[in-house]
């Protein structure tokens, strides 16, 4: 898929970052990428041992990380050594990207042209904005907005009063009434008297036959995409956090909230205000009872209850005691 720049972006030779720093080889970053998307003149991050494996293997000449997990990247990458990762990368995507801390609302979107759409049907009072593509077949409901760059495919339904910034819809998605997608996740840097905005610069990405129900949030990624895999519903108002991937199949009941960067398989069902705590992975044919809050990663084909979620075994023997 051809890249789709929704920010504004620009070069700075790595010393013009990182004045502080000497380095071997002073290049121009081009992007800032996670581990293991990062290519050599990307900047990226490594803040936690828990992505070793992918600090090994990353193809970055320079990489922000504290001085006890730089032995653990490839002898070639350039170490940028910080006392906060977080928020030297905050500083760096602000300088690269100095428009993606705040949603800005799209000054170009207006009504649409018949003659651009001439398949698309629209609803009153829909506005959208420059370089949106629009798949034959598709509705768009009363009052919603199509900001720049969106690409919705083929035989879509977007309901009423929707708003869609900085993402993909495959083929046949169904968005209902007052979804919310693609705007900035919750993330920022704790200051006294003036918190550190983390600029979000990662898009969504709705894959083919995907339903959300009413009132859904939908953040787009930090640094990496946010995903919904193929044929995955979700129920209203289902929250989902900036970086995480739920695979394809899933079914989520009403007012799930996943927090940044989990990673959910295939076929997992969960059942409705549970809750799923940031940075874990969850395996293939899961089940997750309601009201659960998980912790924990899960490991595939498990099913588990409660706060925190335990094997369901577990948790009923738990409840008789």
């Known amino acids: 898929m051809k890249t789709i720049n929704f920010f504004e972006k620009k070069s700075y030779k790595v010393s013009k970052l990182f004045p502080s720093t000497n380095f071997k080889n002073n290049n121009i970053i081009n992007n800032v990428k996670t581990l293991a998307a990062a290519d050599k003149n990307d900047l990226t991050f490594f803040d936690s041992p828990k992505y070793k494996s992918q600090a090994k293997k990353t193809?970055?000449?320079?990489?922000?990380?504290?001085?006890?997990?730089?032995?653990?990247?490839?002898?070639?990458?350039?170490?940028?050594?910080?006392?906060?990762?977080?928020?030297?990368?905050?500083?760096?995507?602000?300088?690269?990207?100095?428009?993606?801390?705040?949603?800005?609302?799209d000054i170009s979107a207006k009504a649409p042209s018949k003659k651009k759409f001439p398949s698309v049907k629209f609803c009153n009072n829909v506005l959208v904005g420059k370089n949106v593509k629009i798949g034959k077949n598709t509705f768009i409901g009363a009052n919603s907005i199509i900001e720049k760059s969106v690409v919705i495919g083929k035989n879509c339904v977007v309901g009423s009063n929707v708003v869609i910034k900085n993402t993909i819809l495959g083929d046949n998605v169904v968005i209902q009434d007052s979804c919310k997608i693609g705007q900035k996740g919750?993330?920022?840097?704790?200051?006294?008297?003036?918190?550190?905005?983390?600029?979000?610069?990662?898009?969504?990405?709705?894959?083919?036959?995907?339903e959300l129900a009413s009132a859904c949030t939908i953040d787009r990624g930090s640094v990496d995409d946010t995903v919904i895999g193929k044929n995955t519903y979700l129920d209203n108002q289902v929250h989902v956090a900036h970086n995480v991937k739920i695979g394809s199949n899933c079914m989520i009941a009403g007012q799930v909230g996943f927090a940044g960067s989990t990673v959910i398989g295939n076929s997992?069902?969960?059942?409705?205000?549970?809750?799923?705590?940031?940075?874990?992975?969850?395996?293939?044919?899961?089940?997750?009872?309601?009201?659960?809050?998980?912790?924990?990663?899960?490991?595939?084909?498990?099913?588990?209850?409660?706060?925190?979620?335990?094997?369901?075994?577990?948790?009923?023997?738990?409840?008789?005691?």
């Open 59 to 105: 193809k970055s000449k320079y990489c922000l990380t504290y001085q006890n997990l730089a032995n653990l990247l490839p002898n070639d990458t350039e170490k940028i050594i910080v006392k906060n990762v977080l928020y030297e990368l905050a500083k760096a995507l602000k300088k690269i990207y100095p428009f993606a801390d705040v949603d800005y609302p």
């Open 186 to 210: 919750f993330g920022f840097i704790p200051i006294y008297n003036n918190n550190f905005k983390i600029p979000h610069i990662g898009k969504v990405i709705i894959e083919d036959n995907v």
């Open 268 to 321: 997992v069902s969960i059942g409705g205000q549970a809750g799923i705590s940031g940075h874990l992975k969850i395996g293939d044919n899961v089940k997750i009872g309601g009201g659960s809050g998980v912790v924990n990663d899960i490991e595939d084909k498990q099913t588990v209850m409660g706060y925190p979620a335990v094997p369901l075994r577990e948790f009923l023997k738990n409840k008789k005691k």
